[in-house]
């Protein structure tokens, strides 16, 4: 029996925080607007990305969920405090809760969810929660210009400002090095 293949990722950053990572399903490509999440293969390739797809399923009613959560949440990223923006998270919040449980390991929690296709949007605003209660200047959009990802800066010092080094923050260098060069 063969393993199963895991469908190709082309998002250029990956492995963010999973509501980062959702937000992060939107991205630009050579000037180009690209959207992973245009149908529900690609809501596929999000769910195995974030380890979701043996708990949910790639359907219709998940991604449209998963499309308004998205949408949610680049709001309050964007404008963090917005009211209107605020009310849009809360929105999908409504739709799931967390249990508490006592596992073999001690206390655990467990979230609950009506309908499953609401899972892995409750999953990635309650995911944002945690990142507001842990550290919210270090939630980030890329420096770039041109760039619209976003991420989790864990750097010692707080001081991240390229979603990826070697694509933005290389491209800002060599932009920088180019106008020194033309002004001498």
Same mark, same amino acid.
């Given at each position: 029996m ?8 082309? =998002? #250029? ?5 999973l ?11 050579e !000037? ?5 999440l245009?149908?529900?293969e690609g ?6 990305a ?8 790639? @359907?219709a009613?998940t ?6 959560a998205r949408?949610a949440? +680049?709001?309050?990223v @964007?404008s963090? !405090?917005?009211p209107?923006?605020?009310a849009?998270? @809360?929105?999908?919040? +409504?739709?799931?809760?967390i249990?508490?449980t006592?596992?073999a390991?001690?206390p !655990?929690e467990? #979230?609950?969810? +009506?309908d499953?296709? =609401?899972?892995p949007?409750?999953?990635? +605003? ?5 990142l507001?209660?842990t550290a919210?200047?270090?939630? =980030?959009?890329?420096?770039?210009e ?5 991420f989790?800066?864990t ?10 080094m ?11 090095h180019?106008?020194?060069s033309?002004?001498?």
């Open positions: 063969s393993a199963a293949r895991q469908p190709h990722d082309p =998002r #250029p950053l990956v492995g963010e925080p509501s980062l990572d959702l937000l992060n399903t939107v991205w630009m490509h !000037g180009e607007r690209r959207d992973l245009t149908g529900t809501l596929a390739v999000w769910l195995a974030n380890g979701l797809d043996t708990r949910f399923t790639a @359907d009613a991604l449209e969920h998963a499309l308004r949408d949440l +680049a709001a309050v @964007d963090p !405090g917005d209107a923006g605020v849009r998270v @809360d929105e999908v919040l +409504a739709h799931g809760r249990r508490a006592l596992t390991e001690g !655990g467990e #979230p609950e969810f +009506a499953a296709a =609401r899972g949007a409750w999953l990635a +605003a309650r995911d944002y929660l945690r507001l209660a919210p200047d270090r939630i =980030r959009g890329c420096a770039h041109a760039c619209v990802l976003h989790f800066d750097s010692r010092n707080g001081t991240r400002r390229w979603c990826s070697a694509a933005c923050g290389n491209r800002a260098k060599a932009a920088r180019y106008a020194r033309r002004e001498t």
